[in-house]
């Protein structure tokens, strides 16, 4: 899903148009709120060289459904040309019973989305994984023993935000899962507040990179932004969450929308190939087929003029500017065949076997099928006919080349 400038597809090109900031809303409660999130994000991702534009609706405790009749969240929403909407649920109420979840969150998760494409039809929704308790969510464990420890907490998120994530084609920021890292790799690190529920300034910091990465598909280690935190705890949380986003993408379902190059091609012999696509998610096609030219169709047939091995970059695009290339290599060896006169050689099949009538000359047999593959070679001593196996074709090519330059060829249908 990685975000790249507006292009102009042509003649193979892609050239890239006036840049613009990435914008960024961010939807959420005091998890997305403490220590200013999106504005952290956006210091972190300028210090990395990317522009953000964010803004964010965070009252404190808000759930998706309260979000979904919020005046100004809503207000948030229909401005629209959002590159990326990051949607923070409740901190406890992903982690409840799937019965609960499935009732009282599924389906605000599903409206705020709709309704987030509705106005920027090219965005990304991102649902941001959080963090279990630091002790367990003593507040329902009687009621519900998964949350009464931190493990049982985060694998109740964990399965909650990525079946947000997939029920809506949409990215899931791992916070919480670099979070559980953190905490069993690096416990000196604190990312609790006393409250032991929300971030202190690394937590949040962690939170950052995470989005970072989840957005921009990139690593965040070497960013000069650190916020308040020391050099070596900085380095580190930009380490965990760089590596437990890119480590992962497919499970965090990132890039989903994106489109997929997926070229095909066929050599149909003299020099002639049929390209054709397979891709997913793309509206638009850039072939450079490696001779000086080019296409934009999904299938077509080119004739190459010359044998020899050429590059072909494929590009498939979709409606948002999107990209994909796949680039690949197409042999070619162009037989002549037509180009030598059928004067004294013939070729025939007997009874299982080929015959070759050469008229006591030497030379050189080669045996191509209709794609102008080379199925067989062999040199032929001098005498009036010679006896080969018969290859695996229905029809052969043929061509008989004389040590003193002479040639014939010749088209033989065998019998299968």
């Not at 300028?46 to 809503?74: C, I």
């Not at 965005?123 to 367990?136: A, D, I, K, L, S």
């Not at 900085?234 to 929308?257: F, K």
């Not at 025939?348 to 080929?354: C, F, I, K, N, R």
Request: hydrophobic share 40%; aromatic share 8%; glycine share 8%.
């Amino acid at each position: 899903m990685y975000r790249i400038l507006p292009v102009l597809l042509a003649f193979g090109l892609l050239a890239p148009l006036h840049a613009q900031p990435t914008r960024v809303l961010f939807i959420g409660n005091s998890y997305t709120g403490v220590n200013n999130l999106p504005e952290m994000t956006r210091q972190l991702a300028l210090s990395l060289g990317d522009t953000l534009a964010v803004a964010s609706s965070s009252p404190g405790g808000y759930t998706f459904q309260q979000h979904s009749t919020n005046a100004a969240t809503q207000g948030l929403i229909d401005q629209g040309n959002w590159d990326f909407v990051v949607l923070q649920e409740q901190s406890q109420l992903p982690s409840f019973p799937p019965s609960q979840v499935a009732s009282d969150c599924l389906p605000y998760a599903q409206a705020l989305v709709d309704s987030i494409r509705a106005h920027s039809p090219c965005v990304e929704p991102v649902f941001y994984m959080t963090w279990g308790r630091q002790n367990g969510d003593a507040q329902n464990c009687a009621s519900w023993p998964p949350v009464c420890t931190y493990e049982g907490m985060q694998q109740q998120l964990r399965q909650s935000y990525l079946q947000m994530s997939e029920d809506n084609s949409a990215a899931c920021a791992p916070a919480g899962m670099a979070w559980k890292r953190v905490r069993a790799e690096y416990p000196a690190i604190n990312l609790y507040s006393s409250d032991g529920s929300h971030p202190t300034v690394a937590g949040t910091y962690l939170v950052a990179c995470t989005m970072y990465s989840t957005f921009f598909g990139t690593s965040t280690v070497g960013a000069s932004f650190i916020s308040s935190l020391d050099a070596g705890t900085a380095a580190t949380l930009q380490m965990v969450a760089s590596s437990v986003v890119l480590d992962s993408i497919d499970t965090w379902n990132i890039g989903v929308n994106d489109p997929v190059a997926l070229p095909e091609h066929e050599d149909q012999g003299n020099g002639n190939v049929f390209f054709s696509e397979n891709s997913v998610n793309a509206t638009a096609h850039s072939w450079d087929l490696g001779d000086g030219s080019t296409s934009m169709e999904t299938s077509f047939t080119h004739t190459y003029t010359a044998s020899g091995t050429y590059t072909v970059t494929y590009v498939a695009m979709d409606d948002c500017g999107r990209t994909d290339t796949n680039t690949f290599a197409v042999n070619l060896s162009t037989t002549g065949i037509s180009d030598l006169p059928n004067e004294r050689f013939s070729l025939s099949e007997q009874a299982g076997v080929l015959v070759l009538h050469h008229a006591n000359r030497a030379g050189l047999l080669e045996l191509f099928d209709l794609q102008g593959r080379k199925l067989a070679m062999r040199a032929i001593p001098a005498g009036h006919q010679t006896v080969l196996p018969l290859p695996d074709a229905t029809v052969l090519l043929w061509r008989f080349q004389e040590r003193g330059g002479h040639g014939d060829t010749g088209v033989l249908a065998l019998p299968r």
